[in-house]
């Protein structure tokens, strides 16, 4: 119907000069109109141009005074002429809102006299406000200052309208020819074909986009920092261990067990089985002379060392617990073949009873590499992180000293986040301890550069994320995994 109208109007005019106008007259809704305007302009029966149209309409708040009245009119109306009336009295005539701005704009043009009681400071009053709202209502024109008083006060806003003015195109004719899509067997066997013009064909039209499966950006980046790692030398720790023994989560770590991480505040325990009997006890007996007495030159912490504390099972809190395993089976292959050098990674879950919040989960994902030789000093351990997070495409980056129990000297390792604006802490790393090492059997001179960081955090920094729980959890935009690119620019 609005197309119908369009084209038997241009039949016999030479413009349609305003769409709104145009569906007005006709009766036709202006959505239908531009819907018509916007099909016969693709194929060319039409010429159109915008146009913008800006006028002040007004708000509900501005309505509904429009309506009533002004609140500071209606409170001045509501103070009798003569004598006053108690301000609490008055207060319950009004909703609270608008008590508040008519007191606020009735004290500020002198109307009436505020305090305990109120009363009238003038015989009568004009309201100018409800009267320049009528006429914005009206479609007539105000002045610029009272547009800017009533625009202050939330009364009115600016509205922009979009039409068209219509003009006849190089296609053009009364009526629309309609073209057939498809060759029917109809069409062939009646020969119908030869007299149907067919609509063309874009061959530079997008097909429908295929459905397929995408990647989580956490996958890609654990992908991306396996390459590094291989890259570098590195081979795989396996992972498989969630559930893990205090004792190589802890213990065999040289942690001692009053520290405030083995408490179930910060640790989730297994009820069942809740703990394990196999350990190796002849290092078992190492670690307890460590830990109780010392040893390797260090006065180890002077308690006493419970088995049934390192017999309790919990989920891992780092894959540390991991690197102990390996570290104790290349020691004891060093007593049988002679010492070989080692570079090992993994990357897997962890768990911690920690509280979520922008930067941190119950439940994340750690990466841990380690290299083990002789002679390993800090400077190595700082060389191989800069070109390790190079790769990463995060060359900014600053060290700063801190403790470990395992670890001697220790580093927390700090990016800049672009989101957040500020330094954000993204690992921990250091030289493992002689008495974490020699108790497992490595000689004296072999040293362990190690360091630790969850996957989420360099993630986050690389794709702009400045909410952990918008990248991993239940939160997560599924239009964000669609969306994110294949290659991170900046990893090499």
């Keep these: 119907m609005a197309e119908q109208a369009i084209l038997s109007y241009l039949e016999t005019h030479e413009e349609i000069a305003d769409s709104g106008n145009f569906a007005a007259e006709c009766g036709i809704d202006h959505a239908e109109i531009v819907n018509a305007i916007k099909s016969l302009h693709g194929f060319l029966y039409v010429e159109s141009q915008d146009i913008k149209k800006e006028t002040w309409v007004l708000t509900d708040e501005g309505k509904r005074y429009a309506a009533e009245g002004s609140p500071e009119v209606q409170l001045f109306l509501a103070v009798p002429a003569e004598g006053s009336i108690a301000k609490d009295e008055l207060q319950k005539k009004f909703d609270p809102a608008i008590f508040k701005i008519g007191c606020s704009q009735a004290g500020k043009n002198k109307w009436v006299e505020m305090g305990r009681q109120v009363s009238r400071k003038v015989v009568q009053v004009e309201d100018k406000v409800k009267?320049?709202?009528?006429?914005?209502?009206?479609?007539?024109?105000?002045?610029?200052?009272?547009?800017?008083?009533?625009?202050?006060?939330?009364?009115?806003?600016?509205?922009?309208?979009?039409?068209?003015?219509?003009?006849?195109?190089?296609?053009?004719?009364?009526?629309?020819?309609?073209?057939?899509?498809?060759?029917?067997?109809?069409?062939?066997?009646?020969?119908?074909?030869?007299?149907?013009?067919?609509?063309?064909?874009?061959?530079?039209?997008?097909?429908?986009?295929?459905?397929?499966?995408?990647?989580?950006?956490?996958?890609?980046?654990?992908?991306?920092?396996?390459?590094i790692f291989r890259m570098m030398?590195?081979?795989?720790?396996?992972?498989?261990?969630?559930?893990?023994?205090?004792?190589?989560?802890?213990?065999?770590?040289?942690?001692?067990?009053?520290?405030?991480?083995?408490?179930?505040?910060?640790?989730f325990f297994l009820k069942t089985p809740s703990t394990t009997m196999q350990l190796p006890e002849d290092y078992v007996e190492r670690v307890k002379q460590v830990h109780e007495s010392g040893g390797y030159g260090s006065r180890g912490y002077n308690y006493e060392w419970k088995r049934?504390?390192?017999?309790?099972?919990?989920?891992?809190?780092?894959?540390?617990?991991?690197?102990?395993?390996?570290?104790?089976?290349?020691?004891?292959?060093?007593?049988?073949?002679?010492?070989?050098?080692?570079?090992?990674?993994?990357?897997?879950?962890?768990?911690?009873?920690?509280?979520?919040?922008?930067?941190?989960?119950?439940?994340?994902?750690?990466?841990?590499g380690l290299i083990c030789d002789r002679g390993l000093t800090l400077g190595h351990l700082i060389g191989v992180l800069e070109d390790f997070f190079k790769r990463l495409g995060m060359s900014n980056l600053r060290f700063k000293p801190a403790y470990n129990p395992y670890t001697e000297p220790s580093m927390e390792i700090f990016s800049y986040h672009e989101g957040f604006g500020k330094w954000v802490e993204i690992g921990n790393s250091g030289m493992f301890r002689p008495e974490m090492l020699q108790p497992m059997g490595f000689p004296e001179d072999v040293r362990v550069i190690a360091w630790g960081l969850s996957l989420e955090r360099p993630t986050m920094i690389l794709y702009g994320i400045d909410n952990i729980r918008d990248l991993f959890g239940h939160r997560v935009d599924l239009d964000l995994i669609k969306k994110s690119p294949l290659c991170l620019i900046g990893i090499k």
């Design 308 to 368: 049934e504390e390192a017999n309790k099972n919990l989920l891992r809190t780092h894959t540390t617990a991991i690197s102990s395993r390996m570290l104790y089976k290349l020691a004891q292959d060093t007593k049988q073949n002679g010492f070989t050098p080692k570079k090992y990674f993994s990357i897997d879950r962890v768990f911690r009873n920690e509280a979520v919040d922008r930067t941190h989960l119950a439940e994340f994902h750690q990466i841990e």
């Design 131 to 227: 009267d320049l709202l009528l006429k914005i209502q009206k479609g007539q024109v105000i002045g610029q200052a009272d547009i800017n008083s009533l625009k202050a006060r939330k009364l009115i806003v600016l509205q922009t309208w979009k039409g068209y003015s219509v003009r006849k195109g190089p296609s053009y004719a009364p009526q629309r020819e309609k073209f057939a899509t498809d060759l029917t067997r109809e069409n062939l066997q009646s020969g119908d074909w030869k007299k149907l013009k067919f609509k063309e064909y874009n061959f530079n039209a997008k097909g429908p986009p295929s459905e397929c499966g995408h990647l989580h950006p956490l996958n890609k980046m654990k992908d991306c920092i396996k390459r």
């Design 233 to 267: 030398g590195f081979e795989e720790m396996p992972t498989n261990r969630y559930v893990e023994s205090s004792f190589w989560n802890f213990d065999a770590l040289f942690q001692p067990q009053q520290h405030p991480a083995r408490d179930s505040h910060d640790t």
